[in-house]
């Protein structure tokens, strides 16, 4: 089973294209974030998804009005992405807006320091939201595989647990799984490294496992 989303946070069309396609086999997910939806245009979307055959997620951590989230959301949609990335601190009309028009993932918790500021003292009310809601999943952080754990321990069965921060951000992927993610998200560890392939390979393996 394939738990390994590849966050490909390039800029470049052809280098996204290129690295997507030799890290497929061991992947789950391609995600693109928004520079490569800056450097690339939403075109990218349709191409990973061509290259690759993979599902695509657009990491677009939306957070505004209800009626924009859906403007965005639905070309986002259009282009072809599978899964959208939320934010839920906005509210639940503002995520419903989304979820109308595709799968969506709801940030719960995030994986760097700063985090702990706003966004952790908020996370058993997103739990709470998102076991109303009941989205594809959400997104917990690889870097505490504490709190991944308790997210878990909390979140309705079913609701898949999608983990940033392995690798580059300190996370370990088998480490993370089992403290109860499904899946892990990494991006430099990857694309950054010399041979992108190769890292994908060992990082499958290092969770396949698990
Ligand atoms: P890498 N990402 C994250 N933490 O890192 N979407 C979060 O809490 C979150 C995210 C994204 O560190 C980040 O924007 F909600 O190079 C980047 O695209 O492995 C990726 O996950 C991590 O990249």
């Given at each position: 089973m394939k738990r390994l989303i590849l966050?490909?946070?390039?800029?470049e069309r052809e280098r996204a294209l290129e690295i997507a396609e030799c890290t497929?086999?061991?992947?789950?997910a391609v995600k693109v974030n928004w520079p490569l939806i800056i450097g690339s245009g939403l075109g990218i979307i349709t191409e990973l998804r061509q290259v690759t055959g993979l599902p695509v997620i657009a990491d677009l951590k939306l957070a505004d009005i209800p009626n924009t989230n859906r403007l965005i959301a639905k070309r986002v949609f259009d282009a072809g992405a599978d899964y959208i990335i939320a934010h839920g601190f906005v509210g639940r009309d503002s995520v419903n807006a989304i979820m109308e028009l595709g799968e969506t993932i709801i940030v719960?918790?995030?994986?760097?320091?700063?985090?702990?500021?706003f966004i952790q003292p908020a996370t058993d009310k997103l739990i709470e939201l998102t076991n109303e809601l009941e989205p594809f999943g959400v997104i917990a952080p690889a870097t505490r595989p504490e709190r991944v754990a308790y997210i878990r321990s909390k979140l309705k069965p079913g609701i898949k647990i999608l983990t940033p921060g392995v690798g580059a951000q300190g996370g370990r992927g088998d480490e993370v799984l089992k403290a109860g993610a499904d899946y892990v998200i990494v991006g430099r560890s990857i694309?950054?490294?010399?041979?992108p392939r190769e890292a994908a390979r060992n990082l499958h393996q290092e969770i396949a496992g698990v």
């Open positions: 966050a490909l946070d390039v800029y497929a086999d061991y992947l789950w719960v918790e995030m994986s760097h320091p700063g985090a702990e500021e694309y950054a490294s010399e041979n």
